[in-house]
């Protein structure tokens, strides 16, 4: 997780959905729809909250697309991102480039499985985080997690020798129970590798006055699987020199 969604992705979720139903769903409606494990895509997550509120047709989901595309990017997604104003804009950075810096010092290769479409990925990536051409697989470019394609190719390609016993671990930190179940996935489909499912809680549930709210949602990526729970992306850090696997 590297940058707090809650004001872009999160609030195009809410502001899409009010625009097709004049309801707008809360924080916990959108964490306990996540909490399922299979609404990683924030379209499809609009679309199963229009269906689940009632009271009006479904829009078609071009449509909704559409729609949560001019909340979020403001602008032409393929266009140039000076022009953009939408919420894309209201994206505070939770790790900076030295971050990078000192994973790739510690001999660690890193690289990026994202729900996000590849114009916002990007933008966020090369031109905030000024990373050059960061290994990459973003919306369209691999099957929704949790399916664990994009996982696997990317660990295959950051290894550089095929996934398996001879391989080094692979860990992945994400911030859903979808992220989670990615890595069991990918256990299953190669239990030859080693892998380790980190995860930390979004940026909303970290406010303070939400410290029960947060250690359910805490509970609830370790009952998905997660292997440990990370109070921030940056204790990746504390990590890379500890023994593997990193302990409870």
Request: aromatic share 8%; proline share 10%.
């Amino acid at each position: 997780m590297i940058r707090d969604v809650g004001g872009s992705y999160r609030r195009a979720i809410v502001e899409t959905v009010r625009h097709f139903s004049g309801w707008a769903p809360d924080a916990a409606a959108i964490d306990a729809l996540k909490a399922e494990g299979c609404w990683n895509n924030d379209w499809q997550a609009s679309q199963e909250l229009l269906r689940r509120h009632g009271g009006a047709p479904l829009p078609a989901y071009e449509a909704l697309v559409e729609v949560f595309s001019g909340f979020y990017f403001g602008g032409d997604p393929a266009g140039d991102p000076s022009l953009w104003r939408g919420f894309i804009g209201q994206e505070p950075l939770l790790v900076d480039g030295p971050f990078f810096a000192a994973l790739s010092g510690a001999g660690i290769a890193w690289g990026f499985v994202s729900g996000a479409e590849p114009p916002s990925a990007r933008y966020v990536l090369e031109q905030r985080l000024g990373l050059a051409a960061p290994p990459l697989i973003a919306m369209g470019q691999a099957p929704d997690k949790p399916d664990p394609t994009g996982l696997l190719g990317l660990a295959a390609s950051l290894a550089g020798v095929p996934l398996g016993p001879t391989a080094p671990p692979v860990a992945y930190l994400g911030d859903t129970v979808a992220d989670v179940e990615t890595v069991r996935r990918a256990r299953r489909r190669r239990p030859d590798q080693r892998f380790e499912a980190l995860a930390v809680a979004p940026p909303h549930l970290q406010r303070p006055g939400l410290e029960a709210e947060r250690r359910r949602y805490e509970e609830q990526l370790r009952e998905a699987g997660a292997d440990q729970i990370l109070a921030s992306t940056g204790q990746v850090l504390e990590l890379v020199s500890a023994p593997w696997p990193p302990g409870p």
